[in-house]
């Protein structure tokens, strides 16, 4: 059947259930972003044009809201607790909706099991059910719902689900039995599932898909209004929770700030003001988000103390023509020294509160320097204070980009067919690839068949050695590429090596999260023994890693631009 898309999402919202605050929350949400999402699906449709749209059916399981696994969100909703999977999943839901699918959505086991028809009351069915949906999207918690109440058909059907991921999980720390091996086991990882079945809230690293959200977009009369209606000398603090204005140094530069700007702050509090939060700061409390993003419509500058990481707000905040000021990381924060990442299956090192921020979006909109130079930090306001700059949200966080997005993943991803045509090992065919004429890396040979139906197209591939120490995220991002793992099997012979004329001594295969690479002292070449290990994150000084990069789609990095 030909999916078509929906301009009318009331249906939607009683798919949504009730009763909740956090399912209040979303569906408030999705009925004032309504108007957006359909001129998006009608924008979507135009570029589009008579492409052939299967419709899926699809099951929505949010674990994270089941009483099973605690639902420690919803009490928090109105209370400063995280709201960006909320923000997340209400977006993943409209956009599955609008693209036309048929919709399922789950937030208790017992709804689970009647959707997956497990029987009332039988803790797991052995047996192997029939499975009514094509897709699965769910979280951690529900995975592991789902691996103890679907009995043998879990293991059939793993490769139809999709988990909702917000910080990322390392293709390392997904294998289990390496995982195991190398000190890469934490409480969420190796489910042995393809790295990219993984779905993050940012485009952290390509080892997986990136899922996203969207942020309400401004058309010319409201940017214009904007821009003549800010103030120059406001300020609004990032974060919703009292602890997050507890900090080192809070005293010295909140005094700067305060020198120059007035500070306004949404911490929620109960009866009185919290305590961390100095008198000078005027606080609003935790506001409904409508609110939220009137203020700052108004504000200037947008600021982050270092916590949270990598929310949805600073996005909003530079939507709406704020410059978002943050401290850079140094040393980087991750799983190894820090509290907050600790046991999520990532060993990213994060360089500042919000990298995507930093490195997609940058100045002017975007400014991130050292909070431990005071100079610094002032030189920094002054200059935002008189610095212009227009509303902006990047295509990929707009309705038409999530909707293209997750259009390209629904039609063109599937991890249940057996992968790519070279077998991984010494002895693959010859690569369809040729050095380039400047010597410095492989293209896709133009005489070489194309794989009809891989995807993403093996044609957009760029193959680069990496100098000792660099990961593949980065080389390729040196090239002004993105790494795409799914290359990683054309590019794991000896022949790919020859092509870039790197003198091996003798190949080898194992299994590491790092291969293929070169290893310089010894000039041995390494091959990768279990296709589920390629990896594009991981660094090592001993290794030149042999890197697949793919070009992108300017404001859509998760599309090559033979995608669509
Ligand atoms: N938000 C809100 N009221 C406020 C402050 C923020 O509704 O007073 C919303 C904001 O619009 C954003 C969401 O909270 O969409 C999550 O933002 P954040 O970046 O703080 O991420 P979190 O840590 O909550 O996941």
């Known amino acids: 059947v030909q999916a078509v898309f929906r301009s009318n999402l009331s249906h939607l919202l009683d798919l949504m259930g009730s009763g909740k605050e956090s399912l209040i929350f979303m569906k408030k949400r999705t009925k004032r972003l309504t108007a957006q999402w359909v001129l998006a699906a009608q924008r979507l449709a135009q570029k589009l044009g008579a492409t052939w749209r299967d419709q899926k059916q699809i099951l929505v399981h949010i674990g994270f809201l089941t009483e099973e696994s605690g639902d420690v969100f919803s009490p928090r909703v109105l209370k400063g607790g995280p709201l960006g999977e909320m923000v997340q999943w209400a977006d993943i839901l409209a956009a599955l909706y609008v693209l036309g699918h048929g919709l399922r959505v789950t937030v208790s086991l017992k709804e689970l099991q009647s959707n997956l028809g497990v029987p009332p009351g039988r803790g797991s069915c052995p047996l192997t059910i029939p499975l009514p949906f094509d897709l699965i999207y769910t979280d951690y918690h529900g995975l592991q719902q789902m691996k103890q109440h679907m009995g043998l058909s879990f293991k059939k059907y793993r490769c139809r689900i999709r988990v909702i991921d917000t910080f990322g999980t390392e293709p390392a720390y997904n294998h289990e039995e390496y995982a195991t091996l190398h000190g890469y086991r934490t409480n969420w990882g190796y489910w042995n599932l393809s790295p990219k079945q993984f779905m993050t809230m940012f485009p952290h690293t390509p080892d997986n898909s990136f899922m996203g959200f969207v942020s309400e977009e401004l058309n010319e009369t409201e940017k214009q209004l904007i821009k003549g209606g800010k103030a120059s000398n406001m300020a609004v603090v990032y974060g919703k929770e009292a602890s997050i204005w507890k900090f ?317």
């Open 248 to 564: 080192q140094g809070k005293e010295k530069f909140l005094g700067i700030l305060n020198k120059y700007m007035e500070i306004h702050g949404t911490v929620y509090y109960e009866s009185q003001r919290p305590p961390e939060v100095p008198a000078f700061v005027k606080n609003h409390g935790l506001l409904p988000q409508p609110e939220f993003q009137q203020l700052l419509r108004k504000a200037k500058l947008f600021i982050g103390f270092g916590f949270p990481y990598e929310g949805p707000a600073p996005l909003e905040a530079i939507a709406n023509g704020c410059i978002f000021l943050q401290s850079r990381f140094s040393p980087p924060h991750s799983s190894l020294n820090h509290e907050f990442f600790r046991g999520k299956p990532t060993s990213r090192e994060v360089f500042s509160q919000h990298p995507y921020a930093e490195n997609f979006i940058g100045k002017p909109h975007v400014w991130t320097v050292d909070y431990n130079n005071s100079e610094e930090f002032e030189a920094a306001i002054k200059a935002i204070m008189t610095t212009q700059v227009d509303p902006y949200l990047p295509y990929e966080y707009t309705c038409e980009g999530m909707l293209e997005r997750i259009h390209a993943y629904i039609q063109h991803q599937d991890f249940c067919t057996a992968p790519g045509p070279a077998p991984p090992g010494a002895h693959a065919p010859q690569s369809p690839f040729v050095l380039a004429p400047n010597a410095t890396h492989l293209e896709w040979a133009h005489n070489a068949s194309l794989t009809p139906g891989a995807w993403p197209p093996v044609n957009s591939l760029r193959a680069w050695l990496a100098v000792p120490g660099r990961a593949c995220t980065d080389t390729c991002l040196d090239h002004g590429l993105i790494c795409e793992p799914s290359f990683f099997p054309f590019l794991n012979s000896q022949d790919a090596f020859l092509k870039l004329q790197v003198p091996c001594d003798s190949t080898e295969s194992e299994m590491n999260h790092l291969y293929p690479a070169f290893a310089q002292p010894g000039q041995e070449c390494y091959l990768q023994k279990e296709p589920l290990l390629f990896s594009c994150a991981g660094s090592n000084t001993k290794y030149r890693r042999l890197c697949p990069c793919r070009d992108f789609r300017k404001g859509q990095v998760a599309l090559c631009q033979g995608c669509l």
